[in-house]
């Protein structure tokens, strides 16, 4: 029988190496492929970074060692106008963007699916912490969360349609990261205690506002820290240095704390407030994408997340029209950031998931 060519996606890490190995030993002929982003291996930050020179070396060093084929991907012009461009906009809009998402969504999902059916690929496979099935009472692919829950990464792939899910595999969402790790130490991988790549690979240090203005070539201009009420605090230092809930940096002498609950972009003001009124129950979602059904036809009992980290909470959705989600939470929750995702999950599986707006 002729094996399952499958590319997987190959970054230099650790996961995506014991995946390939994963794929070869369960009877597919796996081709290793890195996808290049950027001109300049200098926009990273050594430290923390992933998709340096050196990851792709490592990437190829392990292809070798399993003896098979590799290939470097040239998806820079993609990755500038889907991610990069996408966060550098949403931030002067004054939201919150999760490019991670957006690197999902188009690239490893969806441009490299299409160039592994162009090369006659049956599927792709990455080695994120998650997992597929598929129901045959609904006759849908379903997204489910890794079992290792502290590297779940099911909410970064909320966006998957059923089209991807039925050609993507996980090796790894039956395993525990230490489980991965040993094995790639039993294999002799290079790789097999690389430290983790933080989650925004091109911006070096963390510092978003830096790699924003150098990008854009301008600067952007102080103006006021004001109350709910219009009362200006102080001098804020540029709308895109500041976060919806943050309270550390904002270089202030206050009473009492007080934290970023609004970016007002039109008057160039960010409006802060005490913790206690940062806390909401109600979001509205766009941009939405299910998977565990076609339509939320009538009010939903799910557990929802705004954020990467946060622990689920027992919510109430409805679907007001064809990209229009409302979620009422029981409990209010804190901070929602225009621009970030919210993922619903009804137990272990994903239902679906849309922007903040």
Same mark, same amino acid.
């Given at each position: 029988?002729?094996? +399952? ?22 009877g597919?002929?796996p081709?290793?492929?890195? /996808? ?13 970074? /992933?998709?340096?020179?050196?990851d ?11 003896? !098979? ?8 012009e993609a ?10 906009? $949403? ?11 957006? /690197?999902?969504?188009?690239? +490893?999902?969806?441009?490299l ?19 597929? $099935? ?10 489910? +969360?890794?079992?290792?829950? $502290? ?13 991807q ?18 094995l ?27 790699? !924003?203005e ?27 240095r ?54 939320? $036809? ?50 272990? !599986? ?8």
């Amino acid at each position: 029988m002729e094996q +399952k060519k499958v590319l997987i996606g190959m970054s230099g890490g650790v996961d995506s190496a014991v995946s390939a190995y994963l794929l070869k030993e369960n009877g597919y002929a796996p081709v290793g492929v890195n /996808c290049r982003f950027f001109d300049n291996d200098d926009i990273f930050s050594k430290e923390k970074a /992933c998709c340096s020179l050196d990851d792709v070396a490592e990437a190829r060093q392990v292809a070798f060692q399993l003896g !098979i084929p590799f290939y470097v991907f040239n998806f820079k012009e993609a990755f500038q106008k889907q991610v990069i461009q996408a966060f550098v906009d $949403t931030y002067i809009a004054g939201g919150t963007p999760n490019p991670c998402i957006n /690197c999902n969504r188009y690239l +490893k999902f969806d441009k490299l699916l299409r160039r592994a059916f162009e090369l006659g690929a049956d599927a792709i496979a990455t080695g994120h912490y998650a997992r597929i $099935t598929y129901d045959e009472g609904c006759r849908r692919f379903l997204l489910r +969360k890794g079992v290792d829950e $502290t590297k779940d990464q099911s909410y970064v792939l909320y966006c998957l349609t059923q089209q991807q899910l039925s050609h993507t595999l996980f090796p790894l969402g039956d395993m525990r990261k230490s489980e991965v790790r040993a094995l790639a130490q039993e294999l002799g991988f290079c790789n097999a205690k690389k430290h983790e790549s933080q989650d925004i690979c091109f911006v070096p240090d963390g510092d978003y506002a830096a790699f !924003i203005e150098k990008h854009c070539a301008r600067t952007f201009p102080h103006g006021d820290f004001v109350a709910k009420d219009g009362t200006v605090l102080g001098e804020h230092k540029g709308i895109i240095r500041y976060t919806i809930g943050q309270r550390r940096g904002l270089g202030l002498a206050l009473p009492a704390p007080l934290y970023v609950c609004k970016k007002d972009v039109e008057n160039n003001r960010v409006v802060l407030c005490p913790d206690s009124e940062l806390y909401e129950k109600e979001l509205y979602a766009d941009d939405i994408n299910l998977i565990a059904l076609d339509r939320i $036809t009538s009010p939903l009992r799910v557990k929802a997340k705004v954020r990467y980290k946060q622990p689920e909470q027992w919510a109430s959705v409805t679907q007001e029209d064809d990209d229009l989600l409302h979620i009422v939470f029981d409990e209010p929750q804190r901070a929602f950031a225009k621009g970030q995702a919210v993922v619903l999950y009804d137990g272990d !599986i994903v239902v679906g998931g849309g922007t903040i707006r």
